[in-house]
């Protein structure tokens, strides 16, 4: 007697679930990378500053690094073999049909408007050519343009995040910016959510899921970098406000023939003297 066995099909449902929950995840430090930038632009006022933490700003490097590390990987691990792609392709093709078959009970003034959103979502994943019924090519359009899509961050990923030394101690890819993952974060959410929409009708929000406010935090960690930790004790101990003690750095002029820092270690002195959080001796 033979023994066959048989892999069920993974559900669509819960693989598009489970692949956009680990997404937003990974957007928990693209949220708090973009919160410290326009904190550090706020509170810096495009001027030259110190770093007086140097620990913490070498944190917030590999913090940076890892941002991108992450979303490659989880890039990769959807166009890759046995990834989400290759599932559809595989299992799921009548999950994308032509045809709108989600919210047939909605009032008639908003079908006309539903099947437009599907057919337009149907084009924009699958290609202009894509036809009545899904077929593998199809899948592949979609495959190979998130692919390219994605290629940026895998390279800089692998040249110069991840892999660095082991080319060498330089990369030749570009290094992308804060601004250029929050476009690929948005552009998987949209890509996930019109999968989501064709085969269900339902899509998911774009939360920020981390457990503390990034702004608050953003504070914390730009006091950190340009106040020294005295500084930072005294502005507590006195309940000054940190806009004050910025506000008065900044109102100080550069010292003649000085290095442009509002917030040199000199001018800190200077201005917990003036605003009475110590004595011209105490620090």
């Known amino acids: 007697m033979q023994l066959t066995t048989s892999m069920a099909a993974p559900d669509l449902r819960t693989l598009l679930q489970d692949t956009h929950r680990d997404l937003l995840l990974l957007r928990r430090r693209q949220y708090a990378l973009e919160a410290f930038l326009q904190e550090v632009e706020k509170t810096s006022r495009e001027e030259t500053f110190d770093i007086h933490n140097e620990l913490r700003w070498l944190q917030i490097l590999d913090f940076r690094d890892k941002n991108v590390i992450d979303l490659a990987s989880w890039a990769k691990a959807i166009y890759s073999k046995g990834g989400l792609f290759g599932v559809m392709r595989a299992h799921h093709l009548a999950a994308f049909p032509s045809g709108r078959t989600w919210g047939l009970d909605m009032p008639e003034h908003r079908q006309e408007g539903a099947d437009e ?3 337009e979502t149907r084009r924009r994943l699958f290609g202009q050519a894509v036809g009545p019924k899904l077929k593998p090519d199809d899948v592949q359009v979609l495959h190979d343009s998130f692919a390219k ?4 961050v895998v390279l800089d990923r692998h040249e110069n995040r991840a892999h660095v030394y082991e080319r060498g101690g330089s990369g030749t890819a570009r290094m992308l910016d804060v601004t250029e993952t929050r476009e690929l974060f948005d552009h998987a959410h949209r890509m996930l959510n019109g999968l989501s929409l064709l085969a269900f009708g339902s899509t998911t929000g774009d939360a920020n899921m981390n457990l503390t406010s990034v702004e608050g935090d953003a504070e914390d960690l730009v006091d950190e970098l340009m106040l020294p930790r005295y500084a930072r004790i005294r502005m507590v101990q006195a309940g000054v406000e940190r806009a004050t003690v910025y506000d008065a750095l900044h109102a100080r002029q550069h010292d003649p023939g000085g ?14 003297v003036d605003l009475g959080l110590a004595t011209a001796g105490s620090i």
């Open 259 to 272: 290095k442009p820092a509002f917030n040199s270690a000199k001018a800190v002195r200077r201005v917990l």
């Open 149 to 152: 899509t994605f290629e940026p």
């Open 117 to 119: 959103q599907h057919a």
